[in-house]
T-cell receptor, first 108, second 114 residues
Framework: GIQVEQSPPDLILQEGANSTLRCNFS?????LQWFHQNPWGQLINLFY???GTKQNGRLSATTVATERYSLLYISSSQTTDSGVYFC??????????FGTGTRLLVSP | SQTIHQWPATLVQPVGSPLSLECTVE??????LYWYRQAAGRGLQLLFY??????ISSEVPQNLSASRPQDRQFILSSKKLLLSDSGFYLC?????????????FGEGSWLTVV
C-alpha cells in the first residue's frame, strides 16, 4: 500500500519562529489534507490541497503532486500551534491514509 | 452547519467486556462515515468505512465490528474486548463537494481496557 512519511518527527520551536513540515508519499494520490491534532485529541482540518499552494493566516501549504510531496509552513509560531500535525492522502474511494505525524512544541 | 458527535468521551472497560461507541452526524445527508483508531498519539489507522446504510467495509481484521443502522449514525462494537483494543477512537464523516472530499472528525473516545 501507499506509504506516507512525515519529517521531522519532533520539532521544538521558540515562540515567533518559522518552520516547515514535510510530507512524502510513495504513489499518486487523489488529494492531500493537512490536520492539526491539539493536546486534547481533536483533529482539525487545516488544508485540502491536492496540488498548488494555499494560505490561511500564518499557515500555508504547498503540494507538488508530480514529485509526491507536500509542505506545511508555519510562520511566527505561537504556543497554541503546539500539537501533532498530520498529512493524509486519499487512496481509493474517499479513504485517507495518514502520515506518521510531526509533534510540534512551541515554547514561550 | 454540519456537526459530528461521538460518545462516550472516555471509557474504562475490563478485558472480555463488550463495547459500543456511537457517532452521529447532523446537518448533512448520505455522508461517508469512518472509524479510525490512534495508538500512542500517532498514526491514525482506518478501521471501517461506510458509504450508506448497512454498507460497511473493514480495512483490517480485528476484534471489532461496525454498523450503520441509520443514515447519520455509525456504531463501533466489540463482543469481547482485548487489552490491545485500548486506544483513541475517532469517528469521521466526509461528503464530496466542488471543493473536494474533505473529512471532518469527531471529538474522539479514549478507551482503556484493563
Amino acid at each position: 500500500g501507499i506509504q506516507v512519511e512525515q519529517s521531522p518527527p519532533d520539532l521544538i520551536l521558540q515562540e515567533g519562529a518559522n518552520s516547515t513540515l514535510r510530507c512524502n508519499f510513495s504513489d499518486s494520490v487523489n488529494n492531500l489534507q493537512w490536520f492539526h491534532q491539539n493536546p486534547w485529541g481533536q483533529l482539525i482540518n487545516l488544508f485540502y490541497i491536492p496540488s498548488g499552494t494555499k494560505q490561511n493566516g500564518r499557515l500555508s501549504a504547498t503540494t507538488v503532486a508530480t514529485e509526491r510531496y507536500s509542505l506545511l509552513y508555519i510562520s511566527s509560531s505561537q504556543t497554541t500551534d503546539s500539537g501533532v500535525y498530520f498529512c493524509a492522502v486519499e487512496r481509493g474511494f474517499q479513504k485517507l491514509v495518514f502520515g506518521t505525524g510531526t509533534r510540534l512544541l512551541v515554547s514561550p | 452547519s454540519q456537526t459530528i458527535h461521538q460518545w462516550p468521551a472516555t471509557l474504562v472497560q475490563p478485558v472480555g467486556s463488550p463495547l459500543s461507541l456511537e457517532c452521529t452526524v447532523e446537518g448533512t445527508s448520505n455522508p461517508n462515515l469512518y472509524w479510525y483508531r490512534q495508538a500512542a498519539g500517532r498514526g491514525l489507522q482506518l478501521l471501517f468505512y461506510s458509504v450508506g446504510i448497512g454498507q460497511i467495509s473493514s480495512e483490517v481484521p480485528q476484534n471489532l465490528s461496525a454498523s450503520r443502522p441509520q443514515d447519520r449514525q455509525f456504531i463501533l462494537s466489540s463482543k469481547k474486548l482485548l487489552l490491545s483494543d485500548s486506544g483513541f477512537y475517532l469517528c469521521a464523516w466526509s461528503v464530496q463537494t466542488s471543493s473536494g472530499n474533505t473529512i471532518y472528525f469527531g471529538e474522539g473516545s479514549w478507551l482503556t481496557v484493563v
